[in-house]
């Protein structure tokens, strides 16, 4: 069983940064290919990032691209999402993500363990 654990969310002004964390235990982590989604009010979660299990390749959201640059560190066992020139409509809870398979996947429904979220809020 795959464990995630997010940290790193918080209250920003438009325009500035922060950087995501999400530990992985249980698993090989190199077995894993990650992912970061986002849910805000109402809404429901969206595709933010994806990366491969070598880190090799990424993927991401036309609405944060330029903007989110998603890493992993296999050391650490750790996946990141570094946001910058944040918006308000950036305001979700963020969810990382964890799947089996080589192939990059933008939907909820091909990943098969979820962390618990942390809030990221993004005043104008």
């Known amino acids: 069983q795959v464990q995630l654990v997010e940290s790193g969310g918080g209250l920003v002004q438009a325009g500035g940064s922060l950087r995501l964390s999400c530990a992985a235990s249980?698993?090989?982590?190199?077995?894993?290919?990650m992912g970061w989604f986002r849910q805000a009010p109402g809404k429901e979660r969206e595709f933010v990032a994806a990366?491969?299990?070598?880190?090799?390749?990424?993927l991401y959201a036309d609405s944060v691209k330029g903007r989110f640059t998603i890493s992993r560190d296999s050391a650490k066992n750790t996946v990141y999402l570094q946001m910058h020139t944040l918006k308000p409509e950036d305001t979700a809870v963020y969810y990382c993500?964890?799947?089996?398979?080589?192939?990059?996947?933008?939907?909820?429904?091909?990943?098969?363990?979820w962390g618990q979220g942390t809030q990221v809020t993004v005043s104008s």
């Open positions: 990366i491969s299990r070598s880190g090799g390749s990424t």
């Open positions: 249980g698993r090989t982590f190199s077995s894993l290919q």
């Open positions: 993500a964890a799947r089996d398979g080589t192939v990059l996947r933008t939907t909820t429904a091909h990943y098969n363990y």
